[in-house]
Structures are given as structure tokens and as C-alpha cells.
């Protein structure tokens, strides 16, 4: 899967994107400008060490990323969008386009594509969720339809304890 940042402002969010990107095997891209350097130790620290287990792109500008991938087929996110997430049967390759945290996506883009446009049900009042966390949310139920290829679906315990747990006593 592909995961596309439209002009992201929060390195934060950036970074929490970055390590579900890691945790899923995802690629990453992001259009500029952006809200922080790509040095942000903010950015980094909400990635953890994740960053080396995978893959970034930075464009100059969203054409750039269309003329890169010409065939991709892509789903924008939006709280304007006319249909739920849950509506849509994702495939490997897919892209989903998120825009930035103020603004989300530009009007004049998604008037162009909404047929492909997509949203997460909220309350009426509610504007939207926070970046990292819809990206989280799409991007694992377009996993969840793939069977979660090449994820491991089970853990195991490590045997490690911690001692100052205060829950110990009540189990």
C-alpha cells in the first residue's frame, strides 16, 4: 500500500504515520511543502526506530507523484467525500491521499476525482479525526480486505516481567 501526505504541518503526525508505514510495509510519500524538516526531532522521535524499516519519497508538488506513478490507483480521503472508507474493495497497490491537518485536501483537486473520494463517518459536529489516526484506520481495512498479507497475525510473550506493575495484584 501506498500512503500519500498532501502538504502534512505536524511532524508528529508525520512521524506516527511513518512508523505504521514500518509496522505495515507501506510506502510513504510526501508532498511538499512541509510543515518541518525532515531532521525534525520531533518527527523522528514519534517514528521511534522505525525509520529504517521503510521506505520515504518527497515531491516537489502532487504532479510530480502523478507523472511518477501515472497508473496508480488512488482514493483521496476527505470529510467532504460523498462515501465511507468501508465502501471501497482495495487492492496492493493502491495509494490513499491524505491532506494536511488544517486544510485537508484542496477543493479544486478533489472536485476533479470525487468519484474516488472517500471518507470516515463522524458525528455531525465533529470536523475530523487526527491525521495519523485515519491513516490508521484506512489503511489497515484496506489490509484487513488483503488478509493482512505478509503481517504476522500473532505474538508470543517475551517473558519479560515488570515488577511495579501495580495491576499484579488484581489478576
Same mark, same amino acid.
Given at each position: 500500500?501506498?500512503?500519500?501526505?498532501?502538504?502534512?504541518?505536524?511532524?508528529?503526525?508525520?512521524?506516527?504515520?511513518?512508523?505504521?508505514?514500518?509496522?505495515?510495509? !507501506?510506502? &510513504?510519500?510526501?508532498?511538499?511543502?512541509?510543515?518541518?524538516?525532515?531532521?525534525?526531532? =520531533?518527527?523522528?522521535?514519534?517514528? &521511534? @526506530?522505525?525509520?529504517?524499516?521503510?521506505?520515504?519519497?518527497? =515531491?516537489?508538488?502532487?504532479?510530480?507523484?502523478?507523472?511518477?506513478?501515472? *497508473?496508480?490507483?488512488?482514493?483521496?480521503? !476527505?470529510?467532504?467525500?460523498?462515501?465511507?472508507?468501508?465502501?471501497?474493495? =482495495?487492492?496492493?497497490?493502491?495509494?490513499?491521499?491524505?491532506?494536511?491537518?488544517?486544510?485537508?485536501?484542496?477543493?479544486? &483537486? &478533489? !472536485?476533479?476525482?470525487?468519484?474516488?473520494?472517500?471518507?470516515?463517518?463522524?458525528?455531525? @459536529?465533529?470536523?475530523?479525526?487526527?491525521?495519523? *489516526?485515519?491513516?490508521?484506520?484506512?489503511?489497515?481495512?484496506?489490509?484487513?480486505? +488483503?488478509?493482512?498479507?505478509?503481517?504476522?497475525? +500473532?505474538? +508470543?510473550?517475551?517473558?519479560?516481567?515488570?515488577? !511495579?506493575?501495580?495491576?499484579? @495484584?488484581?489478576?
Amino acid at each position: 500500500m501506498h500512503i500519500v501526505l498532501y502538504q502534512p504541518e505536524i511532524p508528529q503526525n508525520t512521524g506516527n504515520i511513518a512508523r505504521t508505514c514500518a509496522a505495515t510495509g !507501506s510506502t &510513504l510519500h510526501l508532498i511538499k511543502p512541509l510543515g518541518f524538516e525532515l531532521s525534525d526531532k =520531533y518527527l523522528k522521535r514519534a517514528g &521511534l @526506530d522505525y525509520w529504517h524499516m521503510m521506505q520515504y519519497r518527497v =515531491y516537489e508538488n502532487f504532479e510530480e507523484l502523478l507523472q511518477t506513478y501515472p *497508473n496508480a490507483r488512488m482514493h483521496f480521503l !476527505s470529510t467532504k467525500a460523498p462515501r465511507g472508507y468501508t465502501s471501497v474493495q =482495495y487492492q496492493p497497490d493502491d495509494f490513499l491521499v491524505f491532506g494536511c491537518e488544517t486544510r485537508g485536501l484542496p477543493e479544486s &483537486l &478533489l !472536485s476533479r476525482v470525487y468519484d474516488r473520494c472517500v471518507r470516515i463517518p463522524m458525528v455531525p @459536529d465533529a470536523r475530523s479525526l487526527n491525521l495519523s *489516526n485515519s491513516v490508521a484506520i484506512v489503511l489497515y481495512e484496506a489490509l484487513r480486505q +488483503q488478509g493482512f498479507e505478509s503481517l504476522l497475525a +500473532q505474538g +508470543q510473550l517475551t517473558g519479560r516481567e515488570d515488577e !511495579s506493575a501495580p495491576w499484579m @495484584d488484581y489478576v
